[in-house]
């Protein structure tokens, strides 16, 4: 019985101390219909050997090519001393810290985790973390609709450079709640939105979401937006890569007064890509949208003697105190990721963080200098980048990447589905890890597959 | 100490920092970050000695026994963890082709069909990231069902007044509007009530079984008849899962969708608030609204992921790329271990060590919430004797609990229940584990009777005593300053 | 600067503290003509990604094939949780437990681990370590020479079924203080020493080294030999698999009243086989050869307040003591090793112990059966075996080996160099972790290689 | 409590027991065994939680400050752990051909080279398993270099009084005689005594420089001269290597020989007592007699182990297979992270702590044992004054520092200096620790001012208080016995 420590002298011990004959006495208000039968689906018992040994083949099976995908989830170094200290039981097996006095590790990291999100967003409030980026937007859009609180009809205006996956998840999330998705397009010669975009949406709006740097892996020009936005009384949510933000302008300080709301996707900051989960969404705001904000909030405070402590704070904004008034149903976040980045951001430090942002610029630019190299690969988009670009191929893109596929390459990212108007174009991405030699290897293999050897 | 406090200006952890290459492109000017970032400028030293010294600040699950009810709080085996973090595993990107990911995805394939067989239900999808999306997906999947035929009356969700929060926060986040209804005295729900707030606007019921006192809705068939004809479907809140595992099935029972809090019934790590991962199960008639993506095995056996164009009825998508894959995985060698008959046995077992740990509560005296039932992964005792007597609270003795290096149990839930606690000890804790809980429970009602005040101040042996959550709520202190300026504008 | 935390502005204020100018200025008593050229062979430094990213290359090229080798390392299933929590830091990272108070952690496990040893073996004494199983056989023949205090030149018997390896560094250590070896042969047919073997040995010697099982997989008639030697005045070592204790019959318990010593290789016991290395030696002992024992031993105690607690004692035995006539040299034993060693004894429990053990029994079983099924096959030796066995071929080994390999087999250890009386043979091995499906994947491929498809 | 009181007879941790085949083959009767041994029988999470728990009563690097002389505790990076963790590396079996070791063999070669480089030494070896077995590998490569050339009679060793207790051991271990010779009061050796002690029954002399009083012995080269001249050799002990790494190279000095502790120097962990490995280095004439195995890289470029049939004239083989090859990745790792830039830094910033922590503590009125010296990595305090007239010990004082969360730095070590406390900081601890430890060491003078008995009874914080190591000795209860048989026989 695995994991079930107890012998049969116990067990027959345990059921003479309740008064009952055998372990099926203890259902005994279960009504007799409602019996499970065997579960034929499920295999036999495996111990930890055999499983480890299943494991193992299968993830052999997947070992990884050579990555040159981004499009929201980034291959970066993590430092050895991330998920080993994360993973020490005291943080892995911990539950949400409810008692305080018995988690003030998980806390303390929390306090420390909302220092540095809020410092790297530039505005002053963290939670402790939501489920990714894109479940992080769509509760930075309702927590501003919830702001507003207009009779009218509600509305949030989305760029079209806004991750395509992040708008189907915010279709999914606000539509039950009738909030109307206007979406903006944007340049398609530049790849941003034009600084006039918001001429295009007539009447009122209750926020305006601004990628940066966007999909395509251009910046766009958040300040004249940010700017439109606010003078049109809407809030404006910054939508950010937490890597880009040590050499990009934070969302605290765009225009004059900066974005009302930071929000975005955790997983550069330590966490494996594990085909896209669990990585963590980060949610930061004014100070004036406290009230608003879902998910856990850590605050310092002291204890009877008079020493620092922390505790969960603000709780009445939350489900298991206001039910069907709180600003959010969440209750599980994703607390051990950000356990990891908090760790992993102290390992980097501010000038950590900038050299591995350097790199992903150097490098993507190196990318995309050898690469536009071939013949019948140009570079589609004018604007200004980060670390990612799009090439636009002479031919369809699709036959392409799984020609790279077959060299041990991913090649990027087909936008031909969400992108059609771009022709045929791709995404690529080079972080810190895409070294000189991979980027050569990139290129020649891609030369060999536009122009096979005769 | 915070990290930040022991921070130097210029220090670096050099070994973390890569070296950018001498060009790097500029950024253009408007674009530019001006001020640095105030992150933390330590030693990897110093980071690795943080933040090991500040886990041992936790109690954990590694280190102490958490009998905190409806959290079903087990051992997390650490295979589990090994599985997940093997390299194939956790260096795959989300958008690789599905040819890197087979082995990923036959895990995961797996997972689904072992979930809907134990939970008797057709289809599962592993889409939400945890319990209350898998809530938000269950609500939102009935909503679709009542408009996709025409039905768009009904968005009125009944809850017993007893259920989790999340449910009624769940309704609200999916435009419904919530009815609650009360617990009978002998823990049920009121079937009268029930049968009261039926009707042409009855959504469905959310509703655990377990419910959240602990014992087993014994008229469950009859009531999901009710609904059922009331024209409502029924939702199943999978949080207590772990007392029927294998041995009851909410598709059985006649609910339409439930989910599944694998980070409870399947021991994925809680890792101090997440992540988890929320299963959904649901019968034929809701298998077309299913959330993508999900796996789906084809003819030549080969897996993929099934996206938004093959599932256009789906309510869509709940998290940018597959959900917490890197915890499903988790789940699945929990389950490969436990095997099908590993699986009634977690319940039988859960069962056992709480009708113990509640018998022998009771014998020492502690009242319980329903004692003339049987309690099932977990129970309710009630301190209002002690509180009234001695003055000392479900709070103090949780607190008291703490220096006996015992978590304490879940506080003042379920609401109606005065001065209660809500106990699980789960399968995986010890005879002894349990009888020290008994005798810590003896021991503070004796330190109680000697002097009240003493409990009032508990705990001692921690790294803090009790914290002032007033001063907490009223002048947050969220982030820490430089200039420690404590509001932290 | 990896690893240095200052920052300049802290190295100045150190500097000015102590009153010199710069660093080099510390090193100013040592003479000039010393100070080091640059370092031209040693590359410049890389950052933790780089050397990750080479190691894994490199550990990728190593990607080990299908094991079927024995002979004194063996691959069994490694809990997850030992290795999880041997390597947390305070094990990892911890010296040896000299400040009692501030390393109780240690302590007691070195406690456990030696009351786990001496369980296994049968005997009351065990030390915390050594470093293998080779130096703690060398270690064990040391005591017997020193507790026999003889005028006479010192002479050890030792078995050519003893590994020979163990015989190699047994030469290496003995020789200096010109201790003789004395080899015992073997009956060539049964593979174990016969029951009168001793009567070849002409005069008094201080020790008999028994190896159970021995190298070739056999068992050897330990009662009668450990009956011969002790009649004779000699000390007995039993040199044994600490995985096979589960199963025979431990050292503490041979002939009338036992061996003398027991000692071994820990590898077996939750250890990484990692070419062979860090492993442990384990080494046990009757309590009247506790002060010869070598290495650290841990005692139980109490402290001022009357609480159980745990210490190094008995320091007297050793080189930091007594200097020139301390038991040993040794200082660092391999303390992390004991420490997996202990959790793996833990999660086994006696259960489990034989559980493995009885898997390594069939499994070999199992494999010797499908392998001497073909023709040209044979098992080479009679007498009984636990987990490896001597397979005869029609052929020279090596090249067979060889096909095997490329096919991504390791068949088995050649032992033609060091038993080249037994012809053509090879020693196999089959731990818990060989199961049917490895096992007829070597019968398949072992068949092709031996008659090729025509 | 002990994990076999935790025991219940027929538990398991059933997840990591295989399953027996139906069919086990028996063994003879008269080699089975016939009592069960009495390992502890408990659930996977029983054996978790008891050595997670276990752990945290540890001091360790990981957790606190450890400066202890002679024992270089530098932060261990964890990015090694990893790399000799990877299964490519960690998987294989020593007796698996070299094909499939290609890639560890190239990390091993390259750490030989730059460890011969980094010394100033023609060759290494990494057979040794720790430090002292690299001692004796030292000692009998001089013996075999004087038997080679048939002078036998050189059985005589020299080493100075204040050596490393391994010194000794070690001669004596190779069956040789030790003579020592006296330290001077500047703390150099006394050259006057060396010539007197130098003859031909000189094998050779073991040497540590910096010396184990922590200062660097100037006249070195003199010294190798007058060896040498005597026909003998000079071994050096590595022990003290990180306070001149890559700044001055032992083979410059004139040794022949000499070892690294790599669990020092090269930053593998202590484990709590090991493994470590003890690389070995020779200059040209040396080099035949080294021990096998060692990795060469061949013409083709190719790896493989150099073996007995390779070189004749070997002092033989120290271990099984290949040395503690897992400790050696982990150095190599270090290595490449330091780099050629890196090296010489360790020395002049271990230098730098050191020598800043002896001006803070001189300032604050503690007596150094070399005032006139500069320290090297270490430094020797005497606290003979405050035994005298407080009656606290350098007992106490070290008791004391734990309760300020520093591990005592090595007491009573060199033994010909009263009172004394041998401290080395190295170079990964931060200027905020070094403050600290004053701090701490001028709070405990004071509490001493007050109250000395308060500083006997030191310490208080800690799991246990000071232990009794009589009883410990006289009574050795080693192991544990169900029936608490405390003779343990």
Redesign the interface.
């Known amino acids: 019985m695995p994991f079930i420590p107890h012998t049969e002298a116990e067990v027959r011990r345990m059921l003479e101390t309740i008064g009952v004959r055998d372990l099926e006495a203890l259902f005994d208000e279960i009504p007799e219909g409602l019996r499970a039968p065997a579960l034929e689906q499920v295999p036999p018992a495996a111990p930890e050997m055999a499983v480890q040994r299943t494991a193992r083949r299968r993830a052999d099976q997947d070992r990884q090519p050579l990555c040159f995908l981004g499009a929201g989830c980034y291959e970066h170094h993590i430092p050895a001393a991330v998920w080993q200290i994360a993973a020490r039981g005291e943080f892995y097996s911990a539950y949400t810290p409810y008692q305080a006095e018995a988690s003030q590790g998980t806390l303390q990291v929390i306090y420390e985790f909302q220092t540095m999100l809020a410092e790297l967003t530039g505005l002053p409030v963290s939670n402790a973390s939501l489920y990714d980026g894109a479940t992080a937007t769509a509760e930075a859009a309702l927590m501003a609709v919830r702001q507003r609180r207009r009779d009218a009809a509600h509305r949030v205006v989305v760029p079209r450079t806004l991750h395509p996956l992040y708008r189907r998840v915010l279709e999914t999330l606000l539509s039950p709640q009738r909030i109307a998705i206007e979406l903006l397009d944007y340049d398609h010669h530049r790849g941003h939105l034009p600084a006039t975009a918001l001429d295009a949406i007539e009447g009122d709006f209750d926020a305006l979401l601004l990628p940066q740097p966007n999909f395509l892996g251009v910046l766009e020009p958040v300040d004249e937006l940010t700017h439109a936005a606010r003078a049109r009384g809407a809030l404006v949510i910054g939508v950010v890569n937490p890597v880009a933000l040590a050499r990009l302008a934070p969302p605290g300080e765009w225009a004059e007064d900066g974005a009302d709301l930071a929000c975005g996707e955790g997983q550069p900051l330590g966490i494996p890509m594990s085909s896209g989960g669990p990585g963590f969404g980060f949610l930061t705001c004014r100070r004036s949208l406290l009230r608003q904000l879902p998910g856990r909030l850590v605050g310092r405070t002291v204890d009877l003697d008079g020493r620092t402590g922390y505790t969960l704070t603000l709780q009445a904004r939350e489900q298991h105190i206001r039910r069907g008034r709180a600003t959010s149903n969440i209750c599980t976040n994703q607390g051990l990721m950000a356990t990891a980045a908090t760790i992993h951001l102290a390992l980097l430090g501010p000038d950590g963080l900038e050299r591995v942002a350097d790199c992903c610029l150097a490098h993507t630019q190196a990318l995309v200098e050898a690469l536009t190299d071939l013949p019948g690969v140009t570079e589609a988009l004018s604007g200004p980048r980060f670390h990612e670009a799009v090439l636009r191929l002479d031919r369809p893109v699709a036959p392409v990447l799984q020609a790279l596929e077959q060299q041990g390459i991913l090649g990027g990212h087909d936008l031909a589905g969400d992108y059609p108007e771009l022709g045929d174009t791709l995404l690529v991405c080079a972080t810190e890890m895409r070294d000189r030699t991979d980027i050569e290897h990139y290129r020649s293999a891609l030369a060999g597959v536009l122009e096979p050897p005769a | 100490m ?3 406090e ?16 001498e ?3 500029a ?2 000017e ?5 001020r ?29 026994f ?1 009998p ?1 009810g409806s ?1 079903t ?7 589990c ?17 599905a ?6 995805m ?2 995961l394939h797996e997972l689904q ?2 979930l ?3 939970t ?1 239900m057709a289809e599962t999808s592993l889409a939400a ?5 898998g ?2 997906c269950g609500v ?1 999947m009935i ?1 679709a069902w009542h408009a996709g035929r025409g039905d768009h009356e009904r968005r009125e969700i009944i809850v017993p007044d007893a259920a ?3 449910n ?8 419904c509007t ?1 009815r609650e209804i009360p617990t009978g005295a002998d823990g049920d729900v009121d079937m009268a009530a029930l049968r009261e707030a039926l009707g042409p606007r009855t959504a469905g019921i959310m509703l655990t079984n377990p419910s959240t006192v602990g ?2 809705e ?1 008229r ?2 009859e009531m999901a008849d009710a609904v059922h004809e009331a024209g409502g479907l029924l939702y199943y809140d999978g949080a207590n899962l772990n007392a ?1 595992l ?4 909410p598709g ?2 006649g609910f339409d969708v439930m989910h599944l ?1 694998l ?1 409870k019934t399947f ?1 994925t ?8 991962a929320g299963a959904v199960c649901v019968g034929e008639r809701l298998a077309p609204y299913l ?1 993508v993506p999900q796996v789906i095995r084809e003819r030549d056996g080969r897996y993929r992921w099934l996206h ?1 164009g093959d599932r256009p009825e789906s ?13 499903l ?1 988790r789940a699945w ?1 929990y ?12 319940a ?2 859960a ?3 709480a ?2 740990l509640m ?2 509560l009771q ?1 020492e005296g502690f009242q319980l919430a329903y004692p003339e ?2 309690a099932s992964h977990e129970f309710v005792i009630t301190l209002r004797q002690e509180a009234k007597e001695l003055g000392v609270t479900a709070l103090d003795f ?2 008291a609990l ?1 220096d006996h290096g015992i ?2 149990p879940t506080m003042y ?1 379920p609401v109606h229940i005065p001065e209660c606690l809500l106990i699980e000890p789960t ?6 584990e349990l009888d020290a809980f008994v005798d810590a429970m003896v021991a503070i009602r004796e330190a109680a009777r000697q002097d009240p005040a003493q409990v009032h ?1 508990a ?1 001692y042996r ?8 007033v ?3 009223r002048q ?5 300053h430089k200039e420690k300026d404590p ?3």
Chains 1, 3 share one sequence.
């Open positions: 915070l990290i930040f022991q921070a130097s200006e210029g220090r670096r952890a050099a070994a973390q920092a890569p070296q950018p290459p060009q790097v492109p950024l253009p408007a674009f530019r970050r001006r640095r970032p105030a992150l933390p400028e330590v030693s990897e030293l110093q980071a690795v000695r943080h933040y090991t010294r500040l886990s041992q600040r936790n109690f954990s699950i590694d280190t102490h958490y905190l959290c709080m087990k051992y997390n085996p650490r295979g963890h090994a599985v997940a973090s093997l390299p194939g595993f956790a260096d795959r990107h989300p958008l690789a082709p040819t890197t990911g087979q082995g990923m036959a895990c069909d072992w809907s067989e134990v008797g990231m945890a319990g209350a999306q809530e938000f939102a909503m989790h929060g999340t009624p926060a769940t309704a609200a986040l999916c435009g919530v014992v087993f014994r469950i068939r029927i294998g041995r009851v099935r059985d029972m809090n980070h021991s790590p809680h890792g101090g608030g997440g992540p988890g959330p938004e309510i869509g998508r709940l998290s940018t790329f597959g959900g917490n894959v890197g915890v995985l060698a389950a490969r271990m436990l095997g099908r008959e590993g699986m009634p046995r977690v039988a077992y069962t056992l060590n009708n113990y018998a022998g014998a039932r049987r949780s607190k703490l978590h304490a839930f399968e995986t804790e010890s005879l002894a101040g705990p921690l790294p803090v005593r009790r914290l002032d959550e001063r907490a709520a947050p202190d969220l982030a820490w509001t932290g504008a």
